[in-house]
């Protein structure tokens, strides 16, 4: 960035800076306190009451292990083996261990949580869509050479078509690649999200990426669809059709690189010929001033990076990638949450922004949460139900669940709503947030985020 980059002043959270002014007019935080004050604000989630059968059987399970656990050392000690001392001692000191072991994994399964969300508490706190925190979602691609670039573009869908205020919601891919293939994809992408995202909103479809929403298929009778409804998808669904085949084409070009490598369609070189040593490439695809979905709205923010490479740096891979994320996003729209995907990890729930910032944004504990995570889950099917039982079930229903009831569960890799502020250590700095001209689309018109 240059002399042009916006001004740093502090981040302007509001979970983080609460303002007594702004208190939700919601009738149900009217009541008063013990003392005549107002009372404190109603928490955004609560923990769901787990019913005691379900944990008594277990709370027995251990006792009885607990109790022959005890009798096992009992016998142990009264018993030394007087032939071999070491021996019966280094035994006596592993099965100490285990049981040691044995009894902290017991600890955090006493205590299993499951929460709930209150979203219209949410949308009274925060005047409906007003005051909710910008969200940047970093989106990691490794290059449509090792991946298909149609899945990055689902995931992109499904993040701008997200139930989310648009000025609100910004979305980077990194494309670790430096490939002129997934470029255009996302390119193409972005003009269709011009018809996607506001038809996803017009008749709330779930879920939001359009690979998905499609191979599920709709019964018009049972679902008594509106005609309109019925026209509106069709058109849509030949429109995605019609992308796939736009991107199929791409691909199949892509296989033979020319000689002089890719050049743009301005006619320009494309800078990441050179995928190992090529440098930083930012371009905007959605958030240029007057940028506007096919109704008039305003769609959020996409934007293509492609990191520096040099040769005999050490990249990182996906981690490298995310870095490179938080500072670009930082610079450019600076939202006080960020979500990582992966390339193919769509956002299969549109709500799940509003959702994590029923914890982030609580007036009360919004402060002490560091990040939200929605894991993705194998052989899960959309009602819970699970289409086969795998191993992640018990990592995530069972071990997650339990250290939820303690410190917080693990991070899993992706999926996940972080905190900016907590994963600095402090304020991150801030362009202006709230109010008035976007930063990217200042950034882009100072020559600083825009052009590649
Ligand atoms: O140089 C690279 C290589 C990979 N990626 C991205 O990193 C993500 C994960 O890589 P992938 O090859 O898909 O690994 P998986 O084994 O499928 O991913 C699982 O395992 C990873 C850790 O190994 C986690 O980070 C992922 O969240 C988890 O889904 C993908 O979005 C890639 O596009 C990059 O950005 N740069
Ligand atoms: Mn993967």
Redesign the pocket.
């Known amino acids: 960035m240059d002399e042009h980059s916006p001004e740093i002043v502090p981040v302007n959270s509001p979970a983080l800076d609460p303002d007594p002014d702004q208190e939700p007019q919601s009738s149900e935080s009217g009541e008063e306190g013990d003392r005549g004050g107002p009372r404190p604000p109603e928490s955004l989630s609560d923990k769901l009451p787990l019913p005691p059968a379900d944990l008594n059987l277990y709370g027995a399970a251990v006792a009885l292990r607990l109790l022959l656990l005890a009798a096992f050392f009992r016998y142990r000690v009264a018993h030394p083996a007087r032939g071999a001392p070491w021996l019966w001692l280094a035994a006596l000191a592993c099965e100490l261990c285990l049981a040691l072991a044995w009894l902290l994994a017991q600890l955090p399964k006493l205590s299993p949580t499951s929460r709930e969300t209150h979203l219209d508490r949410l949308a009274s706190r925060y005047d409906k869509d007003a005051r909710l925190g910008s969200v940047d979602v970093l989106?990691?691609?490794?290059?449509a050479g090792?991946?298909p670039p149609l899945a990055?573009a689902n995931t992109v869908l499904s993040v701008l078509a997200a139930d989310y205020p648009a000025r609100r919601l910004a979305c980077y891919v990194?494309?670790?690649?430096a490939d002129l293939l997934l470029f255009e994809a996302l390119f193409d992408a972005a003009g269709f999200a011009r018809r996607w995202v506001p038809f996803c909103r017009r008749h709330a479809v779930e879920p939001r990426a359009p690979e998905l929403y499609f191979a599920r298929g709709v019964d018009y009778l049972r679902d008594k669809a509106a005609p309109s409804f019925v026209k509106e998808r069709r058109a849509m669904k030949r429109a995605y059709e019609e992308l796939k085949v736009r991107m199929n084409c791409l691909a199949a070009k892509a296989r033979k690189v020319p000689e002089d490598g890719w050049v743009m369609s301005d006619g320009t070189p494309w800078p990441g010929n050179n995928t190992r040593d090529h440098p930083a490439m930012i371009q905007v695809l959605l958030g240029h001033p007057g940028d506007q979905d096919a109704e008039g709205n305003e769609l959020p923010r996409l934007l293509y990076v492609s990191r520096e490479k040099k040769p005999g740096f050490q990249?990182h891979?996906?981690a490298?990638?995310?870095n490179a994320l938080l500072r670009v996003s930082a610079l450019l729209t600076n939202g006080s949450y960020v979500l990582n995907?992966?390339?193919?990890?769509c956002v299969a729930n549109s709500g799940v922004l509003r959702e994590a910032m029923c914890f982030l944004m609580d007036p009360e504990s919004g402060n002490r949460t560091c990040y939200v995570q929605f894991p993705?889950r194998m052989g899960v099917n959309d009602d819970g139900g699970e289409t086969r039982a795998t191993r992640d079930s018990v990592f995530f229903d069972i071990g997650m669940k339990c250290l939820d009831g303690i410190q917080g569960p693990v991070y899993?890799?992706?999926?996940c709503c972080i905190n900016r502020k907590a994963l600095y250590g402090f304020d991150p700095a801030s362009t202006e947030d709230d109010d008035g001209e976007a930063p990217v689309q200042r950034s882009s018109r100072a020559g600083g985020g825009s052009g590649s």
Request: net charge negative; hydrophobic share 35%.
């Open positions: 989106v990691t691609a490794a290059g090792a991946e990055a990194s494309d670790d690649g990249h891979t996906k490298g990638a995310l995907l992966d390339h193919d990890h993705l899993v890799g992706s999926g």
